[in-house]
């Protein structure tokens, strides 16, 4: 941590600062004085160390963090990276993983035809969404919850692939681990909602966990340090926290209305680089339309990414999803091409492990 | 509701667009058949229908909303301002309120020091937040919830004003409002967990619901159709909801570094003239830094919002709030000139209430 | 193009666009009078009509746009891939083409070396930058025009690629066209100045045009309509027009500060199907990090581009450029994968000619 | 300037960094070897060093700036607002000054109508926009250069206002000038075009100068610096700059649409902070609807603004102008509160001149 020091700062003001520090945090302080201000560099983790109080002080200027604050997702603080075992699935590393299966339950006959579909196209994860997390009270928000439990299990059972389902009301978790559920995701409304994530933290079922549609990455980090830090609210760690997180990007608002969300492909390899944790990617939510979801999945997955997961309908005799009848046909295709290029590509250019140090040295000049 | 076909959807999939309308939702269409393409304009109410539903259908190309989906919190749907009255403050319409206090109680004497502070500027309600949301676990998240609801209501028995505190857990609501919490507040963090929203759509306590860094208005106000409209997971309109909610502007996220937030005073009357609720701003959390407090709250008085909720700290000996005095100075200052300025303006060019169609009568040219 | 008028608009105040409508611009309308508004449908090509004008007219509450207004790049208006030749490069359509070489021309050593390096990785065009456009005067913008521009055409004889060249100034352009510049480069901070860019309308040279980086897609094949419609000041059509244009995207501005720009992938797919012009990708001003450039590229050419351009440096004994060693290893074996990429992947899951209709028949659910 | 060092880099590699910026810059360094990397302090003024050269250099993970590039416009070279005078008017420091008129003229009746309400009105400048800037070469972009230069004299004539005009082609600066334009104003689109800036550096005229829409401060600032510093493409102080710069904000691109930029009312007290140039706003443009521009004025002024630019429309018999009627009505009493409104408030809380230290000490906690 860097405290740079107002102009007018006064040697009182600097000698306040490094006595607060040591203080408060037992950390030690050096100062480099320059032309027309103050610079104090503090020695040691100051990830602890909470910016907001340093910037109140009297002379201080600007607080600017060395040591990420999110330590347990960042690769700083563990170099491998972390592989997450799930019912045969392994994630994260050196291997692709892809997720499949409808966006919401509606009822049997169509949530068990869309899991073949996902089966027979080859994903490693089923996708079983029982809640759904909808912008207005107006929408669709998913059977009755025990109804789409039940359901889920029956997709479970028949495909026997692991199962993942996003959780919303965390007072909903022991449902969904007695209904055998898998992987637990969080979606982007819910992504910095705390409660919720310190419910995963006393679990030991992998959690996928988006990001919010205003969030950079140092919020969605921060938000796996909630699963996985296992710190309470009085600041004490607690003897649990769940490291099995897998982060999955999804884009973020920007003002272009062509696309959903802006998907900064290089969010993936930059990710990489800065947490160990297994990174996917979602083409159907973040680009929002199915003419562009294809070649999407293929971009995510030659960026970097660990995998990703997608939206798989089915459509029976039914008008209503007619439209959606080419992503069947699609499916086996985008995950079969996928994996090709998984293949093809291999680890070249990816900065992971112990990789990390070497990849980092220098930038593109501007 | 407007559903532009592409522009070689077939005159079947027209047919097929406008049956499927009739049958799910009971309203009727007409079309305007162009040079190039088709045009159906859904006739009545068509807040209802789930767009996502229709652009799915084969030969859609897009669908285009007239009629807001958040219709609880439009003018479209109730021309006058909401007037919310509690504990003697009367919120909205041509009352400005200033909502004052700390950030976050950290122990009796701050938290009490800080109120009266409060009390003596001039404040209408009283800020006493206990739970603290953070973007980090390892942030200061405040006193246990017992302790700090009951320096709450120490806070509001000293100073007899009305007091508002910010709901993080949901499961905390019944003690806080058995604390006597008049004003529940909902954070960015949570602005659209909807569980949560669910909760206060069951009270009769007035909310204050900000919205998240990455959320539009059609999100904002679909979140406050959570809190007002009673409807319930199965669609089913359960014989309760909120009506009284406060909306609470504090600036998204942008790529400019100098300011915390973007705080996009046009805002101000644009949402007065999409919604008949109180709208407040937020000086402090939206600025992120002292110096710029004080002329952002004259902004947002001049712009037309209802009032705002700052900032107030005291601070005694301890070094730590040294840098924060000159906003108990300020206080006073700033609420005695922000109810000048109010006072100076009135109502002069707020579209609001019955004056709407005609404020909206024509855009300024780009 | 539809107008929505406002619930209070009178039908004289409808029955007025309608007049004006067809005054001004000889197109005819259609209405649909529903619940509590009434929608315009302007029949024909309404690419020319002034939404500004219109939305300025008592009574109306919107303008939306059907057709879009940049009707040059539109694939509405032309189906099939645009392909530009260029001294034995093709561009566009099914090829992929990669151009490299030195972000500035800094002298002739470096210059040529980096061409050497370009060359023999396997480039299609040699970027050869003599105007450096930069943020802040103090910035280094490059060597003396007479200077850079023999060095690049030292560079084009030497490598015999053909050379593209940013053009900054628009008083240089005949200096660029004599030194035997094959494609001029728009770049960002001059991609909406329009004086520039009619200058390009009257050149038989391509032009490679960025987009700003606060630019959408529209403002960006707006500005493309400047080069290729020839549509004077006075709006008459002076005989001209240049329609060799190339897009390249390059990212926009975002709150994310991880990486430099947030490179919207899905863009990639999106802008192919709403234009018939080429369109490349930019991984290092996009990513702005050695570290990510190799796999943001991979990507690109997933995602469907037509190419990308990025920057190869040349690095003598001189410490400075000891940092960018690993792209000359790198840009050999970068431009092989993005070759055996694009092969292995060839047209799947693009939307592009004739199969946009197809392509775009239905969304992904959100 | 900051340079931290990447965990692994080397002792000499820190040397390296050192000896670069001494023997480049003829700076001095001082190190503080901390508990996982190094950090670097620059001493002296940092603003020449090029942080793009230094982050390339091996071993470096990131730089990072102190002092403003920027310095022309920036506080920290001058404390006292620069205040300019010009036919009259006197813009900045505890001025207010406004600037109305028609955003293009149409032809003499509309222009000189025009110009009559805007000075009864009781403007302080006026605005005669002769070249009309537009995102598409289909909209109007204004009458012949001669034509539209010859109303504007008659404009300025009539109402002895010092008269301000949008200057889009930098080869039409002459005949601005001999026309008698008192203010060129630079619009976003050719914000950062640096041939127009520089040619503006060469005269003696005040520039008003708006930003991108997609610049931050520091773009913003640096294009000042384009016009201020006088610093030709070789970095030679070739003996002129115009140091007579207006910087007016109009919003930036955001996510949200209901208001055509995000208007951040908090970057005008922050651009006081940090520069000592005028300060004036731009509620027409920003809101992009004359129903929020009133108050949006107020705002500004409220905010600390030394004034604002806003169009003022005349409407004759023709229908085409009835809409915006009320302007015409509006504009006097816009004006004049806004007056009232800045009369009131005075300086209070706004930080500039010798108060910035001051105001600077602290800032509010997140």
């Known amino acids: 941590m860097i405290i740079h020091m107002t102009e007018g700062a006064t040697p009182d003001q600097t000698e306040r600062v ?25 020695k040691g983790i100051a990830g602890i160390v909470d910016e907001g109080r340093i910037s109140e002080l009297p002379g201080v200027h600007r607080v600017i963090r060395i040591t990420e604050k999110y330590k347990d997702a960042s690769r700083n603080f563990q170099k491998e990276d972390t592989i997450i075992e799930v019912g045969g699935a392994s994630i994260g590393g050196r291997n692709l993983t892809i997720l499949g299966g409808p966006c919401a339950i509606e009822n049997e006959a169509q949530a068990l035809a869309s899991a073949r579909i996902a089966k027979d196209a080859g994903v490693d994860v089923l996708r079983a969404f029982v809640d759904k997390s909808r912008t207005s009270p107006y929408d669709y928000r998913g059977l009755p919850l025990e109804a789409g439990l039940e359901i889920a299990a029956q997709m479970k ?6 199962t993942a389902s996003e959780l919303i009301d965390l007072r909903h978790l022991d449902a969904f681990l ?7 995701q969080v979606g982007a409304r819910s992504a910095q909602y705390s409660p919720l994530l310190e419910e995963l933290s006393r679990i030991d079922v992998p959690v996928v966990l988006k990001h919010g549609l205003g969030n950079d990455l140092n919020e969605w980090l921060s938000a ?7 710190v309470d609210r009085e600041g004490r760690n607690v003897g649990h926290g769940n490291r099995k997180v897998i982060l999955c990007y999804r884009g973020i608002k920007s003002f272009e209305v062509e696309t959903r969300f802006a998907n900064d492909i290089a969010m993936i390899p930059r990710v990489r680089l800065k947490s160990h944790l297994p990174l ?4 159907s939510h973040s680009s929002g339309d199915k003419s562009l979801v294809e070649r999407v999945a293929y971009a995510l997955v030659a960026a970097g990414a660990n995998g990703y997961e997608f939206d798989i309908h089915s459509n029976p005799a039914e008008a209503r999803v007619d439209g959606a009848q080419a992503v069947n046909v699609e499916a086996a295709r985008i995950v079969e091409n996928s994996r090709r290029l998984h293949a093809m590509l291999g680890d070249v250019g990816i900065a992971s ?3 990390v140090a070497a990849a980092a040295l220098g930038a593109v000049g501007s």
Not at 24 to 29: E, I, K, P, R
Not at 224 to 230: L, P, R
């Open 18 to 42: 490094i006595e607060r520090i040591q203080a408060d945090y037992g950390l030690l302080c050096e100062t480099i004085v320059g032309y027309d201000s103050t610079v104090i560099g503090v």
């Open 157 to 162: 059972a028949e495909t026997g692939l692991p």
């Open 224 to 230: 796996a340090a909630f699963i996985m830090s296992g």
């Open 178 to 184: 007695k209904c055998g559920i898998d992987i637990i």
């Open 280 to 283: 996917i990617g979602d083409p």
């Open 353 to 355: 492990g112990t990789s």
